[in-house]
């Protein structure tokens, strides 16, 4: 079984051939991704404009070198994935009707995926991580605690009622100065820093609702900026490092809860796993205090490799093979609508607003 896949949710433009010959472990026979950072750095964020018009310039270009790496001809595909959501509508747009085009050109079946759903289900891709299993998804656009019960099968246990973690540390980077993307450089000025100096809150730490909040951690530090300005280099890293150590505590104490409840609603599970994915997960601080949590619960903890954690076409077409053998590929992809907000899991009630487009989150 080899399917195609097409992602241009957001900022990279990208598409991978993935294999999966019966019981044999599922191979990535190419994973082409070009990002569009240098496009967008100027503004301190993606703009979506800009991006749709990157992802049509180049999407043709990408699939033919993701086919060629591959040594898989366009006949031998067993079918074609494209991420129809959620994200920036015009870069859905271009992804998900370049692989229409294809699907009817070459007759094969198109599978419209969540682009969430891919995120959910790289363990089993990279780790073959058996159901069920807890999934922290942190990214530009979304935090989530998600129970990963099946295929087509999700709870989010909890999620952001306000900024995005990846937002907040865009946001941190952007008010001390710092070039885009955020994290990464945020990260980075963390190292020479002293995570004590600044005493800022981890919020919804203790609470009841197992949801996050990093608007006010955000408004912290730019209080705190404000209040020694102009910042020194020694200033932003103590700041970088302060805010990163709050973040990694907020996150912690949310995790922890989730496991517990892990344990009570899964007894029966033989090997507990909890999988850190999204742009965030990339960040050491942050990991380090999550596998801490997990040898002390229990649980395994599994965080694909950075290249799968962050947008890429190789979840795509994996969460493609997964929906084909499950026979949940779907009958009318090639209607399928462009979707800039799609949940995962439709039945918990959205947290940060809905309305004719759908639940936010």
Not at 10 to 35: F, Q
Not at 205 to 216: H, R
Request: hydrophobic share 50%; charged share 20%.
């Amino acid at each position: 079984m080899r399917v195609l896949g097409i992602e241009t949710s957001c900022d990279e433009t990208a598409a991978s051939v993935v294999a999966l010959d019966g019981v044999a472990a599922p191979e990535i026979l190419s994973n082409i991704v070009l990002s569009q950072i240098e496009e967008h750095a100027a503004f301190g964020g993606v703009v979506p404009e800009i991006a749709a018009r990157a992802h049509v310039e180049a999407l043709d270009g990408i699939v033919e070198a993701a086919l060629a790496d591959s040594a898989v001809s366009l006949d031998e595909v067993d079918a074609v994935a494209a991420t129809a959501g959620p994200g920036l509508v015009g870069g859905l747009i271009v992804g998900l009707m370049t692989a229409k085009a294809i699907a009817a050109a070459a007759n094969k079946p198109l599978i419209a995926v969540n682009h969430l759903e891919g995120h959910a289900l790289t363990a089993r891709l990279t780790d073959g991580l058996d159901f069920p299993y807890l999934l922290l998804l942190v990214s530009g656009g979304h935090t989530q605690i998600v129970a990963v019960r099946g295929v087509g099968d999700y709870q989010r246990w909890a999620t952001t009622i306000d900024d995005a973690l990846g937002e907040a540390f865009d946001k941190t980077a952007k008010m001390l100065g710092l070039p885009y993307p955020g994290g990464p450089n945020v990260e980075k000025a963390a190292v020479s820093g002293d995570a004590g100096r600044f005493v800022f809150p981890r919020p919804m730490k203790g609470s009841a609702q197992p949801d996050f909040s990093f608007s006010g951690l955000k408004t912290a530090v730019r209080q705190a900026a404000t209040a020694i300005a102009p910042l020194s280099d020694q200033d932003v890293a103590d700041i970088c490092a302060s805010f990163q150590a709050a973040v990694a505590d907020a996150l912690g104490d949310r995790v922890a809860r989730a496991l517990a409840r892990f344990r009570q609603e899964f007894p029966h599970t033989a090997r507990p796993a909890l999988v850190v994915a999204g742009g965030v997960a990339a960040n050491r601080t942050i990991k380090g205090t999550l596998e801490a949590l997990c040898l002390e619960a229990g649980f395994a903890f599994v965080a694909p490799p950075q290249k799968l954690c962050t947008d890429n076409a190789a979840m795509i077409a994996w969460a493609g093979i997964e929906r084909l053998r499950a026979g949940m590929a779907g009958e009318n992809a090639a209607d399928f609508v462009p979707r800039s907000r799609w949940p995962l899991d439709s039945v918990s009630a959205p947290l940060v607003g809905s309305g004719r487009r759908g639940a936010k989150a």
